[in-house]
């Protein structure tokens, strides 16, 4: 079946310029995960959806991330006032619920800020 | 077969042999864990997983050890082939929050 699909593959934006990630799970996952991953580093925690609710968003670096799961199925990760250090791939997974099934990822979206 | 006993960053090993892999994780608390296996370009890839109440769990051609008492994971590949190179991702779910990754090895096959 349909894994994780996570639109755009690439983007690249200017620095100060707002983006938004979108994220599509597997069909019938209830949790949602956005994971930041830099080059030559484990992908680190942002945030995690349960249903339409972000059930922990501790991992957002600062406010100007920010993410949505309106209908419990698609999710957007939204970043204004993009920085360079912005820059890294942001993957999204999904998992038939929240503890003791595995996460299933998607490939990314790589984001660069000029 | 070659092997690590603490977390190394790469694994060279030749098409054939066997290959472990460790991971060192941090919460005692953790009570799920999964490896993943993550090619260039590409999301980390579920291989196997492993709850707490089991110290050992096998697939097919990876087995899973898990020590509790010194907080220790290891993978372990057999026959190792060309396309089992990547990068190699434990994970652990502590109770309540969610997965953690570790530190990644790269394993490089050669035939």
């Known amino acids: 079946g349909a894994g994780v699909s996570q639109t755009p593959s690439n983007k690249v934006t200017e620095k100060g310029k707002y983006v938004e990630l979108r994220c599509d799970p597997i069909?019938?996952?209830?949790?949602l995960y956005w994971y930041r991953q830099s080059l030559g580093q484990g992908p680190e925690f942002l945030i995690y959806f349960q249903g339409t609710g972000a059930a922990d968003d501790s991992g957002l670096p600062n406010d100007r991330f920010f993410a949505v799961r309106p209908e419990g199925s698609v999710s957007t990760l939204k970043i204004q006032r993009t920085e360079r250090g912005d820059s890294a791939v942001y993957l999204c997974?999904?998992?038939?619920?929240?503890?003791?099934?595995?996460?299933?990822f998607g490939n990314g979206t790589r984001l660069t800020v000029t | 077969g070659e092997s690590v006993g603490l977390h190394l960053p790469t694994l060279s090993v030749q098409e054939g042999d066997n290959s472990i892999i460790n991971c060192a994780y941090s919460n005692s608390a953790s009570d799920y864990f999964i490896w993943y296996k993550q090619e260039s370009g590409k999301g980390p890839q579920f291989i196997i997983d492993?709850?707490?109440?089991?110290d050992k769990r096998q697939g097919q051609r990876v087995t899973v050890l898990l020590n509790k008492t010194v907080k220790h994971l290891s993978l372990q590949i057999a026959a190792t082939q060309p396309g089992d190179s990547a990068v190699y991702f434990c994970a652990e779910v502590p109770y309540g929050t969610a997965l953690i990754f570790g530190k990644g090895t790269t394993l490089s096959v050669s035939s």
């Open positions: 492993i709850r707490s109440n089991m």
């Open positions: 997974a999904s998992s038939a619920d929240l503890y003791g099934s595995p996460l299933h």
């Open positions: 069909s019938g996952h209830t949790a």
